[in-house]
């Protein structure tokens, strides 16, 4: 069931991303299930940062995990939520994803604020 779940909320995400038109400085969420899946990138990205994976490979294990191969606005707010992370000194997973969510749920889906800083 978990399975299925993920599958189902990677391929809502992967449709909400593929079917905005436009492009943005930085990926805009478009619901608060993107904002959801947002702050759960930023979980996977503090974790794979604090254990120093190496960039190249978390940017392969999160590609692996969200499915963005088809979406320019997936693989951009995945750049922008492991940039974030991996100049990170700051917050914890839970709190960067936490304030990651406020934001972009407060904000209408501008994650920027939060992704602009160096946490």
């Excluded at 992370?85 to 700051?90: E, F, L, M, P």
């Excluded at 209408?108 to 800083?117: R, S």
């Amino acid at each position: 069931m978990l399975h299925f779940t993920r599958t189902a909320v990677r391929l809502a995400f992967i449709a909400a991303l593929t079917s905005a038109a436009g492009a943005f400085a930085a990926p805009r969420a478009e619901s608060a299930l993107e904002c959801g899946i947002a702050a759960d990138m930023a979980v996977v990205a503090h974790s794979l940062a604090h254990e120093h994976i190496q960039r190249q490979k978390a940017d392969t294990i999160m590609a692996r995990i969200y499915d963005v191969a088809e979406s320019d606005r997936g693989r951009e707010l995945m750049k922008e939520i492991l940039d974030a992370a991996y100049v990170s000194k700051g917050p914890s997973g839970q709190e960067f994803a936490k304030e990651l969510f406020s934001t972009c749920m407060k904000s209408g889906g501008d994650m920027d604020p939060v992704l602009g800083k160096k946490l």
